[in-house]
């Protein structure tokens, strides 16, 4: 340690603490490591030494510990409302959400105009799904701390998925005028560039934003889409490929490639892409479509009930793909057993708190349908397809795991028949779109009979609405 850290030990231990989070602050996470173990060496029960070692252990990916430390910091200084706060945000990344709830409660119990306890409680329950209280408390934040930036911020994105782009804007440009080198509000100020059709400026955007996230992969993700969408391809690429060479491992980055480039495209998504992604977007999932316009289990069901009637609650039914089970309350009056199955843990976590489901499963569908011959009388994929290119596999795999006079019902995105090819992973989603003449191919081959395929608006997305089609069809 240099003699710098060795006086900042040597002095009181708030000094010592004091000189540690500086270095924190400035990403010197070795110093500050090394200060605050001398620190608890000599005073175990520190408070502040305690807490901040948490910050740090969670800027070191160690969760478990962060959470562990602050709480011991509580349990020596109970009154200490940014300790609660901070335990709450850990809480959060941990989806640990009523844990959560608690702490921040205790945080505005202590001091209830904390701008910090508030705007992060509106972010939490904004991911769960309930928006409006998340807007009354960024504003409620906001009077007390009018240049609160990370409150604009979030304010704005609530405004930019309920179609106030311009109104986002300007909250966007206030956040970083305050915060110049505030990354998050250079990605949504994109978004929301993007919902105004100012596809120029949102590619600038997503430029700044990455530059200033250090190679983040929500910036760069952004990116890919704005500079596909400017009709700027080639740069696209370098920054799919840039992406690649530095974390080869990473499933998103391979992903995105194989969209970009056209290279090394995979029949249908990697399963630790989609898990990856879907665990992430567990807890907001609801919360983000319902502004989308989604609609695709709503209109799966409705094609269900046009192939079979009325519901009666007499028949064994697959949610395969259930996601957080938005599928569920249409499906649960046709089901004497709705079952449902998803790769993704998280969502599988949402789905089993809506208490409609008899049985719930973690498993890639194609494989859990193979194990499962003649088991259902319906199987339906509501926006599951689109992680699929080939669907030869999965027909397959749902007419092998429905009984004779059974129905499969399913969502794709549609892809226009003048593209040329009977499937394509769109380099702007990262998702597949399939021609009629492809679907219906698949599951002609699959030994499905009946075809029937409808247009739809799946869903909004950049301002424009997702063609998709839903497809009927019957096992003989």
Not at 341 to 369: C, F, N, P, V
């Amino acid at each position: 340690m240099s003699d710098k850290a060795t006086e900042a030990v040597e002095a009181t231990p708030e000094e010592a603490v004091a000189y540690a989070v500086a270095a924190l602050r400035a990403g010197k996470l070795a110093v500050a490591e090394n200060v605050f173990a001398q620190v608890l060496a000599a005073f175990p029960d520190h408070p502040d030494a305690l807490h901040f070692s948490g910050l740090m252990r969670a800027q070191q990916g160690k969760s478990d510990e962060a959470i562990a430390l602050v709480r011991r910091s509580l349990d020596v200084a109970p009154h200490n409302p940014s300790a609660w706060n901070n335990l709450a945000n850990l809480l959060v990344s941990a989806n640990d959400f009523d844990r959560a709830r608690d702490a921040y409660l205790k945080c505005l119990d202590l001091a209830p105009d904390f701008p910090d306890a508030l705007a992060n409680v509106g972010l939490m329950l904004r991911e769960l799904g309930d928006v409006d209280t998340a807007e009354a408390l960024y504003r409620r934040a906001l009077d007390i701390r009018p240049d609160f930036a990370e409150a604009l911020n979030n304010l704005a994105t609530i405004l930019v998925a309920r179609g106030e782009a311009a109104a986002a804007v300007d909250l966007l440009k206030r956040a970083i005028e305050l915060e110049p080198r505030f990354g998050d509000a250079y990605t949504n100020l994109g978004t929301a560039y993007r919902s105004l059709g100012a596809r120029e400026a949102a590619a600038e955007c997503g430029w700044k934003a990455l530059a200033l996230r250090h190679g983040d992969k929500v910036a760069r993700k952004f990116l890919i889409y704005a500079l596909i969408e400017t009709g700027e391809r080639d740069k696209a690429i370098e920054v799919a490929r840039d992406w690649l060479a530095l974390s080869p491992d990473d499933p998103d980055a391979r992903h995105h490639h194989a969209a970009v480039t056209g290279e090394n495209v995979p029949d249908r998504c990697a399963d630790a892409y989609v898990e990856t992604v879907f665990d992430k977007f567990a807890a907001s999932f609801d919360a983000a479509l319902s502004h989308l316009g989604y609609r695709a289990p709503e209109f799966c069901a409705d094609a269900l009930k046009a192939r079979i009637g009325e519901p009666a609650g007499r028949l064994d039914i697959l949610d395969a793909g259930c996601g957080t089970g938005l599928a569920a309350p249409f499906l649960k009056p046709f089901a004497r057993h709705l079952a449902g199955i998803d790769l993704s843990r998280g969502m599988l976590a949402k789905a089993e708190a809506r208490g409609l489901y008899d049985a719930l499963a973690k498993a890639e569908i194609t494989a859990a349908m193979l194990t499962s011959p003649k088991a259902y009388d319906v199987v339906l994929s509501a926006d599951t397809l689109c992680y699929f290119g080939d669907l030869n596999a999965v027909m397959a795999a749902a007419a092998h795991a429905l009984r004779p006079g059974g129905v499969l019902v399913v969502s794709v995105e549609a892809l226009d028949a003048d593209d040329g090819r009977p499937f394509r992973l769109h380099e702007g989603s990262g998702r597949y779109a399939h021609t009629k003449a492809h679907v219906e191919a698949a599951a002609t081959a699959a030994g499905l009979a009946d075809i029937g395929c409808v247009a739809v608006d799946l869903r909004m997305e950049g301002g424009r609405p997702v063609a998709g089609l839903v497809v009927t069809a019957r096992i003989d």
